[in-house]
């Protein structure tokens, strides 16, 4: 796996951490932090402020794991073959 598909799945894993750590948070902590109801009170400001990073993780781990893959499987089309023999 090359460099960046590593950095890839190791960003995407934070983003994911991120994105599970914002929801342990209560559910009115934008509203108890800012002093003010974005979204009226209702959450849909905490769930993406929670989704955004899971999904943008988990979108860049498919990436770096696409890479790798994709390089695992050109590494086995590089070997070279042992000639045959009739």
Same mark, same amino acid.
Do not use: C, Y
């Given at each position: 796996?090359? %460099?960046? *598909?590593? +950095?890839? !799945?190791?960003? +995407?894993?934070?983003?994911?951490? @991120?994105? !599970?750590?914002? =929801?342990?948070?209560?559910?009115?902590?934008? /509203?108890?932090?800012? +002093?003010? /109801?974005?979204? *009226?009170?209702? &959450?849909? #400001?905490?769930l993406? !402020? #929670?989704?955004v990073?899971?999904?943008? &993780? =988990? =979108? @860049? !781990? =498919? %990436? *770096?794991?696409?890479?790798?893959?994709?390089?695992?499987?050109?590494?086995?089309?590089?070997?070279?073959t042992?000639? %045959?023999t009739?």
């Amino acid at each position: 796996m090359d %460099r960046r *598909g590593r +950095g890839s !799945i190791a960003l +995407g894993a934070i983003l994911v951490v @991120v994105g !599970i750590l914002l =929801a342990a948070l209560p559910k009115d902590w934008v /509203e108890q932090t800012f +002093g003010f /109801e974005p979204d *009226g009170g209702n &959450g849909f #400001v905490e769930l993406l !402020i #929670v989704l955004v990073p899971i999904v943008i &993780g =988990a =979108a @860049v !781990i =498919a %990436r *770096g794991v696409r890479s790798w893959r994709r390089d695992a499987g050109h590494a086995r089309s590089v070997v070279p073959t042992p000639p %045959r023999t009739p």
